[in-house]
């Protein structure tokens, strides 16, 4: 576990990782001899806090507060930086969409029906997304995706600043090139032998994806201000 964190935070330490247990930033399970069990969630919390030191200077005490927050089900307060906020739909603390605004789970399963009520579209909106291949069910059950409700729910938004799907398309012809980016940088990790190799290769598709969500924002708030 240290190893993976130290890869991307070099300053990671299991004396700092104790001393962030003290604060109650971190709750390792413990085993019966005493020792500190870590999940999966204890490791993204563990990034959480590594990044918001190293990203956005911000304090322990607030990082407390926006992890108490999220442990609440709630967005974490707004972080005052140079970096834009990311339009709100639904974005997770690694800037992945993510359906928690929607009271969801990543294993959602939408029937078309649900999808156009939930998503508060209309059945034509939805046939012009599917069309440009916005949005398409899931291979094998026919069903929506938690991923297809944010862009139904996004391009429902968009559409009342006069942008139609087939506006639309020039984004996922973006994200459809920067994929092919990315998975030719990540290839290599994934090419390991080692049974770690698969878990580096998913973290550092999270962090690219993480900081190209911020570049984009950047570049078009940047654009459109000249």
Same mark, same amino acid.
């Given at each position: 576990?240290?190893?993976?964190?130290? =890869?991307? %935070?070099?300053?990671?330490?299991?004396?700092?990782? /104790?001393?962030?247990?003290? +604060?109650?930033?971190?709750?390792?399970?413990?085993?019966?001899?005493?020792? /500190? +069990?870590?999940?999966?969630?204890?490791?993204?919390?563990?990034? %959480?806090?590594?990044?918001? =030191? /190293?990203?956005? %200077?911000?304090? *322990?005490?607030?990082?407390?507060?926006?992890?108490? $927050?999220?442990? &609440?089900?709630?967005?974490?307060?707004?972080?005052?930086?140079?970096?834009?906020?990311?339009? !709100?739909?639904? *974005?997770?603390?690694?800037?992945?969409? #993510?359906?928690? #605004?929607?009271?969801?789970?990543?294993?959602?399963?939408?029937?078309?029906?649900?999808?156009?009520?939930?998503?508060?579209?209309?059945?034509?909106?939805?046939? !012009?997304?599917?069309? %440009?291949?916005?949005?398409?069910?899931?291979?094998?059950?026919? @069903?929506?995706?938690?991923?297809?409700?944010?862009?139904?729910?996004?391009?429902?938004?968009?559409?009342?600043?006069?942008?139609?799907?087939? @506006?639309?398309?020039?984004?996922?012809?973006?994200?459809? /090139?920067?994929?092919? *980016?990315?998975? !030719?940088?990540?290839?290599?990790?994934?090419?390991?032998?080692?049974? #770690?190799?698969?878990?580096?290769?998913?973290?550092?598709? #999270?962090?690219?994806?993480? *900081?190209?969500? &911020?570049? @984009? $924002?950047?570049?078009?708030?940047?654009?459109?201000?000249?």
């Amino acid at each position: 576990m240290l190893d993976q964190l130290r =890869q991307d %935070y070099e300053g990671i330490s299991i004396p700092k990782i /104790r001393f962030w247990e003290e +604060k109650g930033l971190i709750k390792p399970e413990r085993t019966a001899a005493g020792y /500190r +069990k870590f999940s999966a969630d204890d490791v993204e919390r563990l990034r %959480y806090i590594l990044r918001m =030191q /190293r990203d956005h %200077y911000l304090p *322990l005490k607030v990082i407390g507060e926006h992890l108490d $927050a999220i442990d &609440r089900g709630l967005a974490p307060p707004a972080i005052e930086s140079v970096v834009p906020t990311v339009p !709100q739909v639904a *974005l997770a603390g690694d800037g992945l969409p #993510s359906p928690a #605004s929607y009271g969801g789970r990543s294993d959602m399963r939408l029937s078309r029906r649900e999808l156009i009520k939930v998503a508060e579209i209309s059945t034509e909106l939805l046939d !012009q997304l599917e069309q %440009y291949g916005l949005i398409s069910p899931r291979t094998g059950t026919g @069903h929506y995706d938690a991923d297809a409700l944010v862009i139904a729910s996004t391009a429902r938004e968009l559409a009342d600043f006069g942008f139609e799907p087939r @506006h639309l398309r020039a984004f996922k012809t973006a994200a459809d /090139r920067e994929v092919g *980016l990315v998975e !030719q940088v990540v290839a290599p990790l994934k090419a390991g032998k080692d049974a #770690s190799a698969r878990a580096r290769a998913d973290d550092a598709v #999270s962090e690219i994806a993480s *900081l190209s969500v &911020r570049l @984009h $924002a950047t570049l078009v708030k940047s654009g459109l201000r000249r």
